[in-house]
């Protein structure tokens, strides 16, 4: 009777693997795009007329993560890991049948010293005309190399889009990370690139001004992160939907922007500046998600002094803080400028997990009307942290649900894992305390 069975079995394998192989190659070709590469060349040993089909793959996505994260740990493999990655981008590249393909994404510890290739893949993926294109040249994540180490993206190469039938006029997604580019290949991308809808630029050492202006444009969604060469940016007369800076100060002008609804801004160890306020007139009422990112906004923010965000369904406040410092003045006058606010995040940085003796303050009561969720990410049990949660408890009338998340970075860079599960885990009991004070009708959720 075993055996018979252990004979059924076999062949039932075997005839779903037979189905498989006889699937028709325009089926199974999509299935294989969903894949990296990598993953997608193996598929080849499965049977034999499986064994050209990447070949004609639509998305080539050269995520090496695993051996990022090998690299991190044995520095001294870089420059063998690198050989080898490049080797078999270039491989791929060369074999590649198909005519068009939707994306092609380079995920490496990259530099100038690989500019040919790099430039060769770039130019590969205009020929195929690209829709989504991804140049992540960090290490894992991150990156410690000077911007001028950076791979720069050349203007000849935008420049001879004009002059040839192929460029990227496909082109959709653009995302460059450690990847320098000035501010003449900038704007010869918004100019040319006539249906991109996304541009993402991480660590450029190459930008100073940017501009981004013309109802024409297409571009959505604009992000600018840690370019810390950059002074100054003016969006107007666009229909910018999304709009993401993050770095160093720097003079910020809006100006009719109609489409404008998610904002995320973060200007560096300097803080927000209260005029940060002032270059949002133009937009504030329409805006519907807002991020900030800052540092000790009580001692470099000019309160009560905001403006009302009347639309605004999500506000996500990212505040580093030192020692015990209080946080409600500012969190409170946020909360009451956003009338409709549906969600609110608050993700604390403490530069230290000290904690300080002192009674847990109070702001002036002013109930909100629609606040339904509230998450505190890096709650530490200080008096400061509940001073919030019970500003949340005792002023949003139609609260549902508060999430209390004691993980936080700092501790990661400060302690050890069994430190950390310590400091989490006392907060976690502190919290608990809180519990009892909530009102009946609210979810309280520590992870």
């Known amino acids: ?151 720069t993206f050349p203007l000849r190469l935008v420049e001879g889009m004009q002059h040839c039938n192929f460029g990227f006029k496909s082109l959709k997604s653009l995302s460059l990370k450690w990847v320098n580019i000035n501010g003449q290949v900038f704007e010869y991308l918004l100019s040319n690139c006539t249906a991109l809808d996304h541009l993402s630029i991480y660590s450029s050492g190459d930008l100073v001004n940017v501009r981004v202006a013309g109802l024409s444009l297409k571009l959505k969604s604009l992000e600018l992160v840690f370019c810390l060469g950059l002074e100054k940016i003016e969006i107007c007369d666009t229909n910018l939907v999304s709009f993401t800076y993050l770095g160093p100060v720097i003079s910020l002008y809006l100006n009719n922007v109609p489409m404008l609804k998610m904002l995320y801004i973060g200007e560096g160890d300097s803080g927000l500046k209260n005029d940060i306020f002032s270059q949002l007139l133009c937009c504030h009422s329409q805006l519907e ?45 946020m909360i009451k400028a956003c009338p409709y606010l549906d969600r609110f995040v608050l993700e604390l940085i403490w530069k230290s997990p000290a904690k300080r003796r002192r009674k847990v303050g109070k702001a002036a009561q002013s109930p909100h009307q629609h606040l339904k969720l509230v998450e505190i990410i890096g709650y530490f049990g200080r008096s400061s942290d509940d001073e919030i949660v019970m500003y949340c408890f005792e002023n949003a009338v139609a609260l549902q649900k508060i999430v209390i998340d004691p993980h936080t970075e700092i501790l990661k860079q400060n302690l050890s894992v069994m430190g950390q599960n310590k400091w989490e885990e006392n907060a976690r009991i502190r919290a608990r305390k809180l519990e009892s004070k909530k009102p009946r009708d609210v979810e309280f959720v520590i992870l």
């Not at 002094?305 to 209080?326: C, H, Q, T, W």
């Open 289 to 333: 998600f807002l991020a900030l990112d800052m540092l000790h906004p009580e001692r470099t923010m000019k309160l009560p002094s905001l403006p009302e965000f009347s639309n605004l369904k999500k506000l996500v406040l990212k505040i580093g803080a030192r020692a015990d410092d209080s946080l409600l003045q500012f969190t409170s006058l």
């Open 1 to 151: 009777m075993g055996k018979r069975m252990r004979g059924t079995r076999q062949k039932g394998a075997c005839n779903s693997e037979n189905q498989i192989t006889e699937l028709p190659n325009d089926l199974i070709a999509p299935i294989l795009s969903w894949l990296t590469v990598k993953e997608a060349l193996r598929t080849s040993i499965v049977a034999k007329q499986w064994r050209y089909l990447w070949t004609s793959v639509s998305a080539l996505n050269f995520d090496a993560n695993e051996t990022l994260d090998t690299i991190v740990a044995n520095p001294e493999l870089r420059d063998v890991e690198r050989s080898k990655y490049i080797n078999f981008v270039n491989h791929v590249v060369k074999h590649h049948r198909g005519l068009t393909i939707d994306e092609f994404r380079i995920c490496f510890d990259l530099d100038e010293t690989s500019n040919d290739d790099i430039e060769g893949w770039v130019q590969f993926a205009m020929r195929k005309e690209v829709q989504w294109l991804v140049l992540d040249l960090s290490e894992n994540g991150e990156s410690t190399r000077k911007h001028s180490q950076n791979y």
